[in-house]
């Protein structure tokens, strides 16, 4: 299977703006950001293609993308955030290696996702 762009990322193959990166997770600002905080955290190994894989592949490393992305808000933002995982390509997900966005700072009112 063809590496995705995030493990080009994570690989150093091509260029983000890394804001946290542990043996587990890398956390990088979204490229087209959709709020004033928005950032992708990503689990490094890449045989989980959504969040419905890695919950059941392996929870553990779940909590921690959900540690990982509350740690940041408070880095970036006030605390406060909204953790989208596009999950199928009919709700817009785009890259099929597991990834929350972490949404933050300034929300707009009824929005609910990262499009
Ligand atoms: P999704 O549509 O949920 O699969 O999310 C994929 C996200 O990856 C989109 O929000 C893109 O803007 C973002 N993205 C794609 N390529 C890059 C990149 N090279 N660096 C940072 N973010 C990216």
């Given at each position: 299977?063809?590496?995705?762009i995030?493990?080009?990322?994570?690989?150093?193959?091509?260029?983000?703006?890394?804001v946290?990166?542990?043996?587990?997770?890398?956390?990088f600002?979204?490229i087209?950001?959709?709020?004033?905080?928005?950032l992708l955290?990503?689990?490094?190994?890449?045989?989980?293609r959504d969040v419905?894989?890695?919950?059941?592949?392996?929870?553990?490393?779940?909590a921690?993308?959900?540690a990982?992305?509350?740690?940041?808000?408070g880095?970036?933002?006030?605390?406060?955030?909204?953790?989208?995982?596009n999950?199928?390509?009919?709700?817009?997900?785009?890259v099929?290696?597991?990834?929350?966005?972490?949404?933050?700072?300034?929300?707009?009112?009824?929005?609910?996702?990262?499009?």
């Amino acid at each position: 299977m063809a590496e995705s762009i995030f493990t080009r990322i994570i690989n150093r193959e091509i260029p983000a703006e890394i804001v946290a990166e542990d043996d587990r997770v890398i956390a990088f600002t979204d490229i087209h950001p959709k709020a004033p905080v928005h950032l992708l955290v990503v689990p490094k190994d890449p045989q989980y293609r959504d969040v419905t894989e890695l919950a059941a592949g392996d929870p553990e490393l779940l909590a921690h993308v959900v540690a990982t992305a509350k740690r940041l808000a408070g880095d970036h933002s006030d605390g406060d955030f909204r953790l989208v995982f596009n999950t199928g390509a009919t709700a817009g997900q785009t890259v099929f290696h597991v990834h929350a966005h972490v949404l933050a700072g300034g929300l707009e009112e009824g929005s609910l996702g990262a499009d």
